[in-house]
Antibody
Framework: QVTLKESGPGILQPPQTLSLTCSFSGFSLNTYGMGVGWIRQPSGKGLEWLANIWWDDDKYYNPSLKNRLTISKDTSNNQAFLKITNVDTTDTATYYC??????????WGQGTLVTVSS | DIQMTQSPASLSASLGETVSIECLASEGISNSLAWYQQKPGKSPQLVIYGTSNLQDGVPSRFSGSGSGTQFSLMISGMQPEDEGVYYCQQTYTYPRTFGGGTKLEL
């Protein structure tokens, strides 16, 4: 059974760095073809893909966030991480992690709400 | 970036009605398209991948079609549990991009 669960700070202030953790089970990021992605959704709005990390440590980022994103993984502990630097109020959203294989996201976490407020 | 445009933005259907949601890509993406359903307060759930492949556990009244730049999701016989917001996503290239969503109500 594949499960994912996001955790984060809940609230932070500009221009702090947002650190998110995705803890998962039921698969391994050591397995060929396996990946984890991060997607966010402001309240009442649509989905925005942020980054993917793959079993071979290949990484892809959304260029719209310029150089603010860093994705990483800890395969021993079945976790993936996302850092977003220099946050502002526009980064307020629910952040999801999801398992990806051939491009689509078949399994999603429940999401973690992050509020950026001064 | 490839832009994904969904239509309509919202849709009201009757019980048992056949419903269709369209997704237009700004450039060709072959058959690299997925559809998700999201219910209020819940995470998105994969409905269809590779344009027309039904995810495990999804009712057979859901179907997908298209290729290149034009895609559609069809629900043959609307049920109450089908209410939600539907998103398309291109899986062809980076950055991955989603459509703006279609809100489907009964």
């Amino acid at each position: 059974q594949v499960t994912l669960k996001e955790s984060g700070p809940g609230i932070l202030q500009p221009p702090q760095t947002l650190s998110l953790t995705c803890s998962f089970s039921g698969f391994s990021l050591n397995t060929y073809g396996m990946g984890v992605g991060w997607i966010r959704q402001p309240s009442g709005k649509g989905l925005e893909w942020l980054a993917n990390i793959w079993w071979d440590d290949d990484k892809y980022y959304n260029p719209s966030l310029k150089n603010r994103l860093t994705i990483s993984k800890d395969t021993s502990n079945n976790q993936a991480f996302l850092k977003i630097t220099n946050v502002d109020t526009t980064d307020t959203a629910t952040y999801y992690c999801a398992r990806t294989t051939l491009g689509w996201f078949a399994y999603w976490g429940q999401g973690t709400l992050v509020t950026v407020s001064s | 970036d490839i832009q994904m445009t969904q239509s309509p933005a919202s849709l009201s259907a009757s019980l048992g009605e056949t419903v269709s949601i369209e997704c237009l890509a700004s450039e060709g993406i072959s058959n690299s398209l997925a559809w998700y359903q999201q219910k209020p307060g819940k995470s998105p759930q994969l409905v269809i991948y590779g344009t027309s492949n039904l995810q495990d556990g999804v009712p057979s009244r859901f179907s997908g079609s298209g290729s290149g730049t034009q895609f559609s999701l069809m629900i043959s016989g609307m049920q109450p549990e089908d209410e939600g917001v539907y998103y398309c996503q291109q899986t062809y290239t980076y950055p991955r991009t989603f459509g703006g969503g279609t809100k489907l109500e009964l």
